[in-house]
């Protein structure tokens, strides 16, 4: 939603009530029964504004906006509510759903009069942008809202809030760190684990922590250390194709971004489901600032740390910190703890719980990862023929990595 946009004063979902196809629907369903005409245009005009959103039908969008939008039931994701506030759920979510089912008769009772009528069907607007499981949970609440009885909505909204939490973590995979607020990543690169030929043992202990985390065990921050191209990125990413469906979500956080970890840190802290922070392509300056707040949410503080909140971070860098010989302490400086200070920031990768080691691809592993990705994408090439290919195209490029099989293989495909 807008930064300028106020949302309604007293409603427990602002980006539902302020989403540009709420005001069409609303007014579509103060003309329940009526016949052709106003209820006609309002009806063209509600199927415009969800076809733009990329809404299916009402239900679908209202459903749709209660999971993910904003909500100040956020805060009770993972317990229960009080009883004044369920009440008003209760409320709010029958309201919604009276609207939603009023809209919809007024639609049929548009297009059933003046000889077929000239208002689209309100259903099969737009093709689903959500993920099947996502998709799953949209269901179950549209269902609801067109179905009777006033407990039915908010029974089955509640029942979401404590499995999938609110907000754009409900029904996406990835989201993305920006301006203190998560905003979904509609078309993720979700790799295929079994594009990495050769690396097993890294990705056997990057799934155990994982699989730690969504257990809801101390799971420990994750350093992905390896030569450009080995995989590390990639191994992070192919995480939420794995887990998604199991409650992980990835946040995507640039280096830059670090001094908000402590807000991000206690936005999802709440949440009924597991957070994999992930900062690719993490170095420092010996004179940059920012690694503080990294280093406060490693060490800990005085504020509990979340168990389901894990960082991982991948960097070409084993120790992070960029060290010349030129920033060594000069011994006639007067600085006498200055050594202490040198360390300090050289030990930053050692307050990582798990590092993990990419091992950099020789011959025998690039030509098993180009082997393996050719076979994905369908490339007709006998195994020789594609080898002494490959090999030339290492050499006139990048060498040997996962990243130069990935990018002779597309070659390949575009006809290059």
């Known amino acids: 939603m807008p930064t300028d946009v106020r949302p309604p004063t007293g409603s427990l979902f602002p980006d539902l009530m302020n989403a540009p196809w709420w005001a069409p629907l609303e007014a579509l369903s103060r003309h329940a029964g009526a016949a052709g005409g106003r209820a006609d245009e309002l009806t063209l005009d509600l199927a415009v504004a969800l076809a733009v959103a990329g809404h299916a039908d009402p239900a679908t969008a209202a459903a749709t906006d209660l999971l993910s939008g904003r909500s100040v039931l956020a805060e009770y994701a993972g317990r229960p509510l009080p009883g004044g506030l369920a009440a008003l759920v209760r409320r709010e979510l029958a309201r919604v759903a009276d609207v939603v089912r009023r809209a919809g008769a007024a639609a049929r009772s548009a297009g059933s009069h003046g000889g077929g009528g000239t208002a689209p069907h309100l259903s099969e607007l737009a093709e689903g942008r959500l993920e099947p499981w996502a998709a799953t949970h949209v269901a179950r609440l549209a ?39 998560l905003e979904p990543v509609l078309h993720p690169d979700l790799p295929d684990w079994a594009t990495l030929v050769g690396l097993e043992g890294p990705l056997g202990s990057l799934a155990r922590n994982t699989e730690t985390l969504l257990a809801g065990g101390r799971a420990n921050d994750c350093l ?51 957070f994999v922070l992930f900062v690719d392509d993490l170095a420092f300056e010996a004179d940059d600032g920012r690694y503080r707040p990294l280093k406060s949410l490693l060490e800990g503080g005085v504020t509990h740390r979340p168990e389901n909140v894990a960082l991982y971070a991948t960097s070409n860098r084993r120790h992070l910190v960029r060290e010349r010989l030129r920033d060594r302490p000069d011994p006639l400086d007067d600085d006498v703890h200055a050594w202490d200070t040198h360390h300090e920031r050289l030990a930053l990768a050692d307050r990582f719980g798990l590092v993990i080691t990419f091992p950099a691809a020789d011959q025998r592993a690039y030509l098993e990862v180009v082997r393996a990705l050719a076979a994905e994408s369908g490339v007709g090439a006998k195994d020789t023929e594609l080898d002494e290919l490959a090999l030339r195209f290492a050499e006139w490029n990048n060498g040997y990595s996962g990243r130069a099989a990935r990018q002779f293989v597309d070659t390949l495909l575009s006809g290059l």
């Open 224 to 274: 992905l250390y390896g030569a450009r191209g080995s995989g590390k990125s990639t191994a992070v990413r192919g995480l939420a194709r794995r887990y998604a469906e199991g409650g992980l979500r990835l946040v995507e956080l640039q280096p830059e971004q670090l001094d908000s970890l402590p807000e991000l840190v206690e936005l999802l802290r709440p949440q009924p489901l597991g």
């Open 143 to 181: 269902e609801a809202l067109t179905a009777t009885g006033e407990a039915a909505p908010s029974a089955v909204y509640l029942d979401l809030l404590g499995t999938v939490g609110s907000g754009p973590v409900a029904l996406h995979a990835v989201t993305r760190w920006r301006s203190g607020r």
